[in-house]
């Protein structure tokens, strides 16, 4: 299992393809790991260059919680390990604010971006409707010390249903899935760790991204990842939006096929 040692942590990573085609950095959402992408990589890696990483915190990567680390900074380091000068970086949920984040701290390394359901860094705290406040408080009740399981199972049912669907009415085998994705995030849901913030955060810069975006979210998303998903594609300068029909905040594995054609005819039509 190939690991990056940066300082404080080994990133877990992954990488298929070859390294002369155009690269793709894929970052997962944070109730899953790198595995998220499976789909996506073996339907791309034939024409690009495609790797994967487990953020500080999620699935395979160890870190010590005594060092500061900035996200953006270890997706670069995982593009400079490899040996890729610029890339389209791909993220869900916290990915796709990695590969934002990304995208402002080094402009030249970064050939386009796309979101899955993803807030910005910098976007303000909007008022909740009171059922998605329920839940939110539900998922808080639980201390990760003392019943980390509990907490993630929690966690995934309620992002990959959303807050106006339940699991009985999802595919079967995308539930079990969706469990899958998110159970090895439990050896790390009482990690601490202090997070070094892109300054100024992305909310207010989305302007300076002038690479071709593709923005996407779940029409059962929760209602910020819904006023995320608008401010992104007002802000962003050559973005193109898609509402992803019966998902939520996981389009990209409940509709793995539909996303990765959308994906691929997007990467085509920039030339990426």
């Known amino acids: 299992m190939p690991a990056l040692t940066v300082p404080g942590a080994e990133l877990h990573y992954e990488s298929s393809g070859h390294a002369s085609a155009p690269a793709l950095l894929f970052v997962p959402a944070g109730i899953a ?3 998220m992408w499976d789909v996506q ?3 791309l890696a034939e024409h690009h260059f495609v790797a994967t990483f487990d953020p ?3 699935g395979a990567t160890r870190h010590d919680e005594a060092v500061p680390f900035a996200n953006h900074a270890d997706a670069l380091a995982v593009l400079d390990h490899l040996g890729i000068p610029v890339a389209t970086v791909i993220g869900a949920s916290r990915g796709g604010r990695i590969a934002l984040d990304t995208a402002l701290a080094a402009p030249d390394r970064v050939s386009g971006v796309v ?11 909007l008022p ?7 839940r939110f408080d539900e998922i808080d009740a639980v201390d990760p010390a003392i019943d980390a399981p509990l907490l993630a199972r929690l966690e995934t ?3 990959a249903a959303g807050p106006r669907r339940t699991e009985s009415e999802l595919d079967p085998e995308f539930v079990r899935l969706a469990h899958r994705l998110n159970a090895p995030n439990v050896a790390h849901a009482a990690d601490e760790g202090t997070t070094v913030p892109l300054e100024p955060p992305a909310y207010d810069r989305l302007g300076d991204i002038r690479v071709p975006a593709l923005v996407t979210v779940g029409e059962y ?5 819904l006023a995320a998903y608008d401010h992104l594609l007002a802000n962003l300068p050559s973005a193109t939006g898609l509402r992803l029909e019966g998902t939520a905040h996981l389009p990209s594995v409940e509709r793995a096929e539909e996303f990765t054609r959308v994906l691929a005819g997007w990467l085509e039509q920039h030339g990426l």
């Open 33 to 35: 790991t790198l595995r």
């Open 221 to 225: 998303d929760f209602s910020t990842e």
């Open 56 to 58: 500080r915190g999620f």
């Open 115 to 125: 979101t899955v359901g993803s807030v910005p860094s910098g976007f303000p705290e």
């Open 128 to 134: 909740l409707p009171e059922e998605e406040q329920l």
């Open 157 to 159: 049912t309620l992002w």
């Open 41 to 43: 990589v073996a339907a």
